[in-house]
């Protein structure tokens, strides 16, 4: 190895290549050492230099090894703080925060420059959503400590994430958060941004962990900060005024959580929130449930409240559709009440304004108490403009009995036209890579480049390159712990779009892709499709052929677009379409898995017509296209519903597991006796419950248009995940799914069983649409997906208190009796069961209003038995309005 005396007189002789060798070895120390005692004409000559190797290197990841290195190369070549920082602010390159900061402050006192704090400036301004936290830390470091911080939403995001964080490479016991904050000389511009920044209450509620997950202490910067509020560190009326500042303006409910956190910690006496009564009574009306009951909270706690103010909040609240809140405003007014008789009535009038809460409980509870402490008003009187009369037995009176009535939603749409220029071509790749991978079909966007890869190549690649380069980071690779993930595969195969062709063996990596999809079998003879994870299901093993395949062939020329560029929005293929462009490609021969591909999409059925003229093309696809045609497609497989148990724990500390969920219910698909399932397509077993393919399953939709059961059985486990298991996104695929033809089946309605009750609002609403795009095409199977849910909400699988909203929704929105059909077959195995699952009384009451809205009557087992215990439970109660619904007349 060269010396460093050695390397430092080659710099100033004028080579410059064993410095960049350093940089790329992350070499950061000897970079340094090399540059020490190196005459500033020949730093700046060193510096251009720099500059211009580092532009060849565009697409290099600069790791914190190689980025501390190059940062210090940077600061000690480089004229100024905006050439610097025009390296160091590129999204590629990291550095390792304190350490980096040391060694520039080191090449910087030795070359006396004095830009490091602009420099620092610079970089906190461009601090990218992505930034590493070890990034922050070196411009943190950078800062003068008498000057006043940057105060930028990202600077000031990094800085709680590095409170979250602390440095790893400290010694010695860990310092409580407290402590670290009472000497942060950060806090003191920071801490207001606390509270104006949206979103950034979420990441204020981490947990600060000392010796296990198991003695954490919980929302730990919240009372940290009321605790230096009480020492009198900071302002304890600006923590008061700034948390309800941040409430008033609103977030995200899981944003605002902190601030509701904070304010339980300052508990503000009396005084304090008398003097603020009116932003508390502003969040009582309009705030999420959570902050309105924190708020009504405080406000109970005053001992003369204005009776005014209170009345005119209540005429709001008691509107609200969040029973806790609204019963509590009740209770509320009820001692205000007897505290005031002589107001007594006024405060029945404004009780009455409950009489239009959908909540029949809350209605009956309004009803008493406004009889209690004034006239009772007529329903007509109180009941909101739009409103149905209220009745306190069955729910909201109509006038006649009715079914459904939701619009048939007609064919699907037609597909976009092909595209056949270039700008559009790239408007859609940089929709598609320039946000987080969503897992929509790109079929339109493969067919584009196998279009004007071969005509239009070079313009291709030059209109490509900087739509790559600002492509979001969740595409720079594949995600290894997802099994499907397309990310990297996609990403290669947009980089080489356009290039020269290059011969075979440059070819290499898409043909062993190709290669690895059909090898042979144990018994000699090669299957279709190769699966070898049995976490990657057979439609995702079909799409890595058919991205494999237009790698390994883009550029060809005689391919005007792909045989199974979809003539549907839902991914539908018209057969005579096919068969022109079978027609038009004559003598060529279609690629393998593009064909494939094209005749699972085709509609299923016997078509002997068409299949006569496929057969007179006299090619091996026209045969192939006629031979599917005669057998009628892909058959509908044998479905079963199958239990499946957590596995076991592995020796040791097993976090995974206890993330589990004990039991689940799934479904294995069959093909039918005799068929011999080429593909694989009818043969599916229950992955493994770890499995996770984030937002890819939106794709699978689209490969087996025709075949609703099938690909519901594939989406499954995602769907189940996101009730069991708390994922999110894991039920966006069933509104797809509604679009998809043929039979639905077990898989199904398991399916919306589980959506129902998914944790996440989003995932619920996505249930919703599917459920209502079954209902309105007449393939909705209501008893089927209710005693799935009965089944699993007795069994504590689901929790039903999140199902009751879309299905209250879906009654709503029109499909009353299909909500009446889907909890009469819920509710016999919830009403049987040992312990009611929480919800129940809800779904009853729900259960109440639909069977009054459709006229149904009947008898529901159990009912009459819990209808006839003793109490006043809530239970017993909405049994009995049930029964006596099902009953009447």
């Known amino acids: 190895m060269k010396s460093t005396v050695r390397r430092r007189w080659e710099l100033a002789a004028g080579g410059s290549s064993d410095l960049f060798d350093l940089v790329d070895a992350g070499s950061a120390d000897l970079v340094a050492a090399a540059l020490t005692g190196l005459p500033e004409q020949r730093r700046r000559a060193v510096g251009g230099e720099l500059t211009e190797w580092f532009k060849t290197r565009r697409s290099t990841f600069w790791g914190s090894g190689r980025g501390t290195a190059l940062a210090v190369a940077v600061v000690g070549c480089l004229p100024t703080a905006a050439q610097a920082a025009a390296i160091l602010t590129r999204r590629s390159v990291t550095v390792d925060g304190d350490r980096a900061a040391r060694l520039v402050r080191v090449a910087a006192a030795e070359r006396g420059i004095d830009w490091l704090p602009e420099l620092a400036r610079r970089m906190a301004d461009k601090l990218a959503r992505d930034a590493w936290l070890g990034h922050w830390r070196f411009v943190a470091a950078l800062l003068p400590a008498d000057a006043a911080p940057p105060t930028g939403e990202r600077f000031v995001e990094l800085w709680v994430q590095s409170l979250a964080i602390p440095d790893r490479q400290r010694h010695g016991a860990p310092v409580p958060l407290v402590d670290r904050l009472r000497a942060d000389p950060l806090l003191p511009a920071l801490l207001p941004r606390l509270f104006e920044i949206d979103g950034l209450g979420a990441p204020m509620m981490f947990d600060e962990v000392h010796t296990n997950w198991e003695s954490r202490r919980r929302h730990v910067l919240p009372t940290a900060l009321a605790q230096l509020a009480a020492e009198g560190v900071v302002d304890r009326a600006a923590l008061l005024d700034g948390a309800l500042g941040r409430l008033l303006r609103g977030d995200r409910p899981a944003a605002l959580r902190a601030f509701t956190v904070l304010l339980d910690q300052l508990q503000p006496g009396t005084q304090e929130i008398a003097a603020r009564a009116t932003d508390y009574l502003r969040l009582l009306s309009d705030a999420p449930a959570p902050v309105a009951v924190m708020a009504q909270k405080a406000l109970r706690a005053l001992p003369d409240p204005e009776p005014e ?36 009535a006024q405060i029945a009038e404004v009780i009455a304004v409950a009489a239009g809460h959908p909540a029949v409980d809350i209605r009956d509870r309004a009803a008493a108490l406004a009889a209690r402490h004034g006239p009772a008003p007529t329903a007509d009187e109180h009941v909101p403009a739009g409103a149905a009369p209220a009745t306190s037995d069955a729910g909201p009176a109509i006038a006649v009995a009715r079914g459904d009535d939701l619009p048939h939603p007609g064919p699907p749409a037609p597909a976009p036209a092909p595209i056949t220029d270039l700008d559009e071509l790239t408007e859609e790749v940089a929709a598609l890579v320039g946000a987080e991978h969503r897992g929509e079909p790109f079929d339109r966007i493969l067919d584009g480049l196998v279009r004007l890869a071969p005509t239009d190549g070079p313009r291709l690649r030059a209109a490509l390159d900087p739509v790559l380069a600002r492509r979001h980071w969740a595409w720079a690779s594949e995600h290894t712990w997802d099994p499907c ?168 500390h097993d976090w995974a597991h206890d993330q589990l969920p004990p039991r689940r219910i799934a479904v294995e698909l069959r093909p039918p006796a005799g068929y011999p399932d080429p593909y694989g397509l009818l043969t599916v077993d ?26 519901a059985a594939y989406v499954l486990p995602q769907v189940t995940a996101a009730a069991d298991q708390d994922r999110r996104d894991g039920a966006l695929a069933l509104p797809l799914l509604a679009e998809c033809g043929g039979a639905g089946g077990p898989a199904v309605d398991v399916a919306l069983a589980y959506g129902l009750g998914a944790r996440h609002g989003v995932d619920r609403v996505a249930t919703l649409d599917a459920l209502l795009g079954l209902a309105a095409t007449g393939r909705l199977d209501a008893a089927g997906v209710g005693a799935r849910l009965g089944d699993l909400a007795a069994g504590n699988l689901v929790k039903l208190t999140r199902a009751v909203e879309p299905l209250r929704d879906a009654a709503g929105a029109g499909a009353p009796l299909s909500v009446w059909r889907l909890l009469a077959a819920a509710l016999p195995p919830m009403l049987a069961a040992t312990t009611p699952p929480r919800g129940l009384p809800d779904l009853l009451t729900l259960a109440a209003e639909t069977a009054t809205a459709t006229g149904a009557r009947g008898e529901v087992p159990g009912l009459a038995e819990v209808a006839g215990r003793g109490g006043t439970s809530r239970v017993v109660t909405e049994a009995r309005r049930l029964h006596r619904a099902l009953t009447a007349g």
């Open 686 to 711: 229950p992955p493994p419950m770890e499995t996770d393919h984030a937002t890819w399953a939106r794709m699978w939709p689209s490969v087996l248009p025709h075949h609703l059961g099938v690909v």
């Open 309 to 344: 103010a209170v009345l005119a909040a209540s005429r709001e609240v008691l509107l609200r559709p969040d029973k806790a809140l609204v019963r509590g405003q009740l209770t509320w007014l009820d001692r205000l009440a007897r505290r005031h008789p002589d107001r007594a």
């Open 485 to 652: 993930c397309l990310c990297g595969l996609v990403s290669d195969l947009l980089e080489t779009a356009g290039e020269p062709r290059p011969a075979a063996p440059q070819r290499g990596r898409w043909a062993a892709l190709l290669a690895s999809v059909r090898r042979t079998g144990p018994v000699g003879s090669p299957r279709e499709l190769t699966v070898t994870d049995p976490r990657v299901p057979v439609p995702h093993a079909l799409l890595r052929a058919r991205l494999a395949e237009v790698g390994h062939h883009l550029g060809e020329p005689g391919h005007p677009g792909l045989l199974a560029a979809p003539t549907s929005a839902n991914g539908a293929l018209d057969p005579l379409a096919l068969l022109e462009r079978l027609t038009a490609l004559g003598e060529r021969q279609p690629w393998r898995w593009d064909l494939t591909q094209a005749l699972l999409r085709l509609p299923a059925g016997v078509d002997d017509a068409l299949a006569g003229k496929a057969e007179a093309l006299r090619t091996p696809a026209g045969d192939r296209l006629a031979a599917w045609l005669r057998a009628g497609g892909l058959p509908d497989p044998v479905a079963r519903v199958v239990p499946l148990a957590r596995r076991p724990r592995k020796v040791g």
